[in-house]
């Protein structure tokens, strides 16, 4: 009897190894090959997760930054499985105050596809070229109006950014390199729009400093298509950014020109101009030395700063040729508490404001608007484009498309799945190629969903939907108009009239329109 228990702990011993070894060879999971056999717990768990939650823990609509549901969407888009949800929504809708209900047209000028199939891809290019307002040499009609947002190597591994970048390459995006200069993983093909935080990293010279030649030998070695100033994020509102010593290695330093296991201190403040007007002569300098489009990007807080830039971009001619609001629900880093549940206004209340300042004098048709917190999700992105919109970016959605499962481990360096660590070990488990792929899957996805909501609300392009096709639950039994709720007036949020006829007429010469069966005889009008 001994000798037969001893043969199947045996076994059961080379069954484990075998495991082990396959996990340790595998590339699909990255989880697997960080953690071997063990694993294989977290499949369990999320396989009878549901019928955990129903009974014991927490309902679908519960988990925060992004519920189960949401997530799940994701995952599925990137894996091209079926998205699809049964049994209606379980969402809280009669009794959840600032819900969003987006309102179909039963005849509208676009009609959907009679029965669109999973796999295909929408072509949903930005509805304004960008810079085009103000001449630059080198303006572009963005080909996505779904992008990458900015993630630096640094926060992020070297393989989560290839991917990402592969990805954006897969997709026809463009991908924000992040404050944390422009890496070699960030050259794998993706159109890059080059991100210039207060380091200046990647284009400083040895004392720190903004090296303008830097910077265009830069621009001239990649295929960066613009250029975004980052004045504060939704993350880590008006502070500078810290990557610890130890994360600093060999790779990093020399990326972004920094010594080698030093703490890195970001400032909260520009040193190459000091207040709005020098800002806007930045602007110009940059645009015209590149030649490329120029942007900001900005959390929203004291509104005075707006008040004064859109003054001066009346009066003087100078200004940004994008604008990038990120919302304070926004963040993929590491930052103090008070700062992430608190300090700047959410998106949809910080764009509103300024959008409304920029519609006021009106110059919100010279300016390409970008949104950017928890905008990866499709009903959110809706009401974003109704409320002016012209791109949408995402992080930490395309972060969940590559393999992270919300730890929420990020400031830790212990990212399980290699996202957002530096730890060799971790990131070995994160195949570039792959998971570039499922990128590219998520992207395309939430694009072509955009399409479908657009097409349901009798538009041809997402960019064309306008606040009268969008409502905001107060409750159980009244709902008030979006352009209500944050005091439009007619027309806005919407493009030029020259630009909603050029997007609509690219929009109907390269995608095909749904149709309906051949009319009866007995066909009435």
């Avoid at 495991?19 to 499949?43: S, T």
């Avoid at 019928?51 to 969407?73: I, K, M, S």
């Avoid at 030093?262 to 645009?287: G, K, M, Q, Y």
């Avoid at 004098?361 to 009903?379: I, S, T, Y």
Wanted: hydrophobic content about 40%.
């Amino acid at each position: 009897m001994k000798r037969g228990i001893r043969a199947a702990a045996a076994a059961a011993a080379s069954a484990v190894a075998a495991v082990a070894v396959r996990d340790l060879m595998q590339r699909n999971h990255a989880l697997l090959r960080n953690f071997p056999v063990i694993g294989h717990g977290r499949y369990l768990i999320e396989a009878i997760g549901p019928e955990l939650r129903q009974y014991v823990v927490a309902g679908n609509n519960e988990e925060r930054p992004f519920t189960r549901d949401q997530r799940r969407w994701v995952y599925a888009s990137a894996k091209m499985e079926n998205n699809y949800f049964g049994f209606g929504t379980d969402n809280d809708i009669e009794y959840t105050a600032g819900y969003p209900i987006i309102k179909h047209k039963t005849f509208g000028r676009a009609v959907p596809r009679s029965n669109p199939s999973a796999g295909y891809e929408a072509y949903v290019p930005c509805a304004k070229v960008l810079g085009a307002a103000r001449g630059r040499r080198h303006a572009f009609r963005p080909e996505s109006v779904v992008n990458i947002s900015g993630m630096s190597f640094g926060s992020l591994s070297g393989a989560a950014v290839e991917a990402l970048n592969r990805g954006a390459a897969l997709a026809g995006c463009l991908h924000n390199t992040g404050e944390g200069a422009l890496s070699p993983y960030h050259r794998r093909g993706g159109d890059l729009i080059f991100q210039i935080g207060t380091s200046y990293f990647g284009c400083r010279d040895e004392q720190g400093r903004f090296d303008l030649q830097r910077l265009k030998d830069l621009v001239a070695s990649a295929p960066v298509r613009a250029l975004e100033i980052k004045l504060s994020q939704g993350a880590k509102p008006s502070l500078g950014g810290l990557l610890p010593g130890a994360k600093v290695s060999a790779e990093i330093a020399a990326t972004r020109g920094i010594p080698e296991g030093v703490d890195c201190v970001s400032p909260s403040r520009h040193a190459e101009f000091h207040d709005t007007d020098s800002l806007l002569d930045w602007i110009e300098l940059l645009a015209a030395e590149t030649g490329l489009p120029v942007g900001i990007k900005s959390a929203v807080g004291d509104l005075g700063f707006w008040d004064e830039l859109i003054t001066l971009m009346a009066t003087t001619g100078r200004g940004p040729d994008f604008v990038t609001i990120d919302g304070g629900e926004g963040g993929t880093g590491a930052a103090p508490l008070i700062f992430t549940d608190t300090v700047s206004l959410p998106f949809q209340v910080g764009f509103a404001r300024v959008y409304r300042m920029f519609a006021e004098r009106n110059l919100h048709e010279q300016v390409v608007f970008v949104g950017a917190g928890k905008l990866g999700l499709p009903d959110n992105a809706v009401v974003a484009f109704a409320l002016g919109c012209d791109m949408v970016n995402v992080a930490r959605e395309a972060m969940l498309a590559i393999g992270c499962i919300q730890a929420q481990k990020c400031h830790t360096d212990t990212c399980p799945t290699g996202v957002a660590t530096q730890n060799r070990w971790l990131t070995r488990g994160l195949d570039p190629t792959l998971k570039s792929v499922r990128a590219a899957n998520y992207i395309k996805t939430l694009r072509r969903d955009l399409l479908k909501v657009a097409e349901a609300c009798g538009v041809e392009h997402p960019g064309l939907i306008d606040t009268g096709s969008v409502e905001i639950l107060d409750g159980r039994t009244a709902a008030t108009a979006l352009d209500e709720v944050y005091g439009y007036r007619a027309g806005w949020g919407l493009p030029s009239a020259a630009d909603q006829k050029a997007i609509a007429e690219l929009m109907t010469a390269t995608e095909p329109q749904g149709s309906t069966a051949p009319p009866s005889a007995t066909r009435v009008g």
